[in-house]
């Protein structure tokens, strides 16, 4: 019986663990990147820049049974997102062609989600407007995507970490922490639930099961972030930390996101909220030091 298989396009780490899982399964993977000499040998490689006209043409006579697209700004400019979701989703679309494959999953952000009182979202929310271009952008891209003619679904995540060393991680071993005031809600997901997700709703499109135009790809545990680094400032002996000034008022900011249609996917998260995933980290740090 003929494997699935699947393109992996901007395939940086969540596409890689996205795409080792799928091998797990007895899938094809292949995996488009500037620099495809940093893929798994077990993918196939492509190397091309998704952002640049015609970079994709290669996919219509590849005829891949599912893609993935994780696509990420070129730059932290306007331009930049403009050319990394909407120069990305457009190069695809073209690059497909007249090919459709069983189904697309694309990686958005909620940061597309208008909401900054610290209330709660899902995937019907009301999306931001011009007050953020960037956020803007990756809307269009979004829905130049899902009003295409192909099986297409948007995975908008949220404050992926599980990276040993990574940004957040780095300033609270510095000792250096956000204000408690104003409250502001955060939310994350753990990047081997990222994979795990995206591997969990392809493997449902196999099956045939319906998927969803939009999820949001977050844990369980929405928590205000001065709580976040105060437990992880914990975790890592910091005794006399560093406070940032409080900002103005004390109203709540962020927003709350509802993961209720991961869950009714069938997903179960491998870790349900900031606690379980940062101990992970933790310890994989103690592991591998260096």
């Given at each position: 019986?003929?494997?699935?298989?699947?393109?992996?396009?901007?395939?940086?780490?969540?596409?890689?663990?996205?795409?080792r899982l799928l091998l797990a399964a007895g899938w094809q993977v292949a995996g488009v990147r500037r620099n495809p000499q940093a893929l798994p040998a077990?993918?196939?490689?492509?190397?091309?820049?998704?952002?640049?006209?015609?970079?994709?043409?290669?996919?219509?006579?590849?005829?891949?049974?599912?893609?993935?697209?994780?696509?990420?700004?070129?730059?932290?400019?306007?331009?930049?997102?403009?050319?990394?979701?909407?120069?990305?989703?457009?190069?695809?679309?073209?690059?497909?062609?007249?090919?459709?494959?069983?189904?697309?999953?694309?990686?958005?952000?909620t940061r597309v989600l208008a909401e900054s009182a610290g209330g709660w979202v899902d995937e019907n929310s009301v999306l931001a407007g011009d007050k953020?271009?960037?956020?803007?952008?990756?809307?269009?891209?979004?829905?130049?995507?899902?009003?295409?003619?192909?099986?297409?679904?948007?995975?908008?995540?949220?404050?992926?970490?599980?990276?040993?060393?990574?940004?957040?991680?780095?300033?609270?071993?510095?000792?250096?922490?956000?204000?408690?005031?104003?409250?502001?809600?955060?939310?994350?997901?753990?990047?081997?639930?990222?994979?795990?997700?995206?591997?969990?709703?392809?493997?449902?499109?196999?099956?045939?099961?319906?998927?969803?135009?939009?999820?949001?790809?977050?844990?369980?545990?929405?928590?205000?972030?001065?709580?976040?680094?105060?437990?992880?400032?914990?975790?890592?002996?910091?005794?006399?930390?560093?406070?940032?000034?409080?900002?103005?008022?004390?109203?709540?900011?962020?927003?709350?996101?509802?993961?209720?249609?991961?869950?009714?996917?069938?997903?179960?998260?491998?870790?349900?909220?900031y606690r379980h995933g940062y101990q992970a980290v933790l310890d994989e740090s103690v592991r591998s030091p260096g």
């Open positions: 019986m003929k494997s699935n298989s699947i393109l992996i396009v901007g395939c940086g780490d969540i596409g890689i663990r996205t795409g077990e993918f196939t490689a492509y190397g091309a820049d998704y952002t640049e006209p015609g970079s994709l043409d290669f996919i219509s006579e590849l005829k891949p049974d599912y893609v993935l697209a994780t696509f990420n700004p070129s730059e932290r400019s306007l331009e930049g997102y403009e050319k990394g979701f909407v120069g990305g989703t457009d190069n695809l679309l073209r690059g497909l062609a007249e090919h459709r494959p069983r189904h697309i999953l694309s990686v958005s952000s953020d271009p960037r956020a803007m952008s990756i809307i269009e891209a979004e829905q130049r995507l899902l009003a295409s003619p192909q099986a297409a679904s948007v995975v908008r995540f949220a404050g992926i970490y599980g990276y040993p060393g990574g940004r957040l991680l780095t300033r609270i071993g510095r000792g250096e922490l956000c204000a408690a005031q104003p409250p502001r809600y955060s939310n994350r997901i753990h990047r081997d639930d990222c994979a795990g997700f995206l591997s969990h709703l392809l493997q449902a499109a196999v099956a045939d099961q319906p998927l969803e135009p939009v999820y949001i790809g977050v844990d369980d545990q929405p928590a205000l972030q001065f709580e976040v680094e105060s437990w992880l400032a914990t975790r890592l002996g910091i005794t006399q930390p560093e406070y940032q000034q409080p900002g103005s008022g004390d109203a709540a900011t962020g927003k709350r996101c509802s993961n209720r249609l991961l869950h009714a996917s069938g997903y179960q998260l491998r870790y349900p909220d």
